[in-house]
């Protein structure tokens, strides 16, 4: 397999892992164990690190290894709020632009997150979750938009797993599918009304720890 697909199936594990902590945030890697975790050899997981480096979801430092980045209410706010903002920018966008063709792809992930809902899978929620992003992101067609606001999304979904995971599969997976509804729809005023209800849901379990 060609270097560059063996850095990007590194990229795509890793981040995997670190939506569902198997990579603790705040723990220190080393190379080797994450060779050994993604089963790619040291060149291509360079390539990866360095692309998660600069989204800032680890910390690449010399001579001790590869730092998770933590989990931190303040920082999570910031992210909330730098998401709120590209999120509306290209679901706006998305439910002005979408093709026919497009809706009926958008169309899938409803039935792709029911079925996980009905197996009690998180972990393939928040896989259908960030497959269904990436395809309002290309169907918004603003590139800058989209990834600038791809990594906040990895760092909202690993919060949300820490956080509330399980519990709220169900009420979350609902709300992520009367967003594709209104995208379909056409609905922009009720798609923006759902970005920032699912952006509130996760604010709102941010200040509950603030204030603990």
Do not use: C
């Given at each position: 397999m060609p270097e560059n697909k063996l850095s990007n199936k590194a990229y795509i594990i890793l981040e995997e892992f670190l939506v569902t902590l198997k990579l603790e945030p705040g723990k220190t890697y080393s190379e080797k164990e994450l060779m050994s975790l993604t089963g790619v050899s040291r060149t291509p997981l360079r390539e990866a690190l360095l692309k998660l480096s600069y989204e800032s979801l680890i910390n690449i430092i010399p001579r001790r290894g590869i730092e998770i980045s933590d989990i931190n209410m303040t920082n999570q706010l910031a992210i909330l709020e730098t998401r709120r903002v590209l999120d509306s920018l290209l679901i706006s966008r998305a439910t002005k632009y979408a093709t026919a063709f497009e809706k009926e792809h958008i169309q899938e992930f409803k039935n792709h997150m029911q079925e996980a809902v009905d197996a009690n899978d998180v972990e393939a929620f928040l896989?259908?979750?960030?497959?269904?992003?990436?395809?309002?992101?290309?169907?918004?067609?603003?590139?800058?938009?989209?990834?600038?606001?791809?990594?906040?999304?990895?760092?909202?979904?690993?919060?949300?797993?820490?956080?509330?995971?399980?519990?709220?599969?169900?009420?979350?997976?609902?709300?992520?599918?009367?967003?594709?509804?209104?995208?379909?729809?056409?609905?922009?005023?009720?798609?923006?009304?759902?970005?920032?209800?699912?952006?509130?849901?996760?604010?709102?379990?941010?200040?509950?720890?603030?204030?603990?």
């Open positions: 896989r259908i979750d960030k497959e269904m992003d990436n395809l309002i992101f290309k169907t918004a067609r603003n590139e800058f938009a989209s990834k600038a606001t791809s990594p906040l999304h990895v760092r909202s979904r690993r919060f949300w797993y820490y956080f509330k995971g399980i519990e709220d599969l169900e009420r979350s997976a609902n709300t992520h599918m009367k967003l594709i509804d209104a995208i379909i729809e056409g609905n922009e005023n009720e798609a923006l009304q759902i970005s920032d209800k699912i952006i509130n849901g996760l604010v709102d379990v941010v200040k509950k720890y603030i204030n603990l």
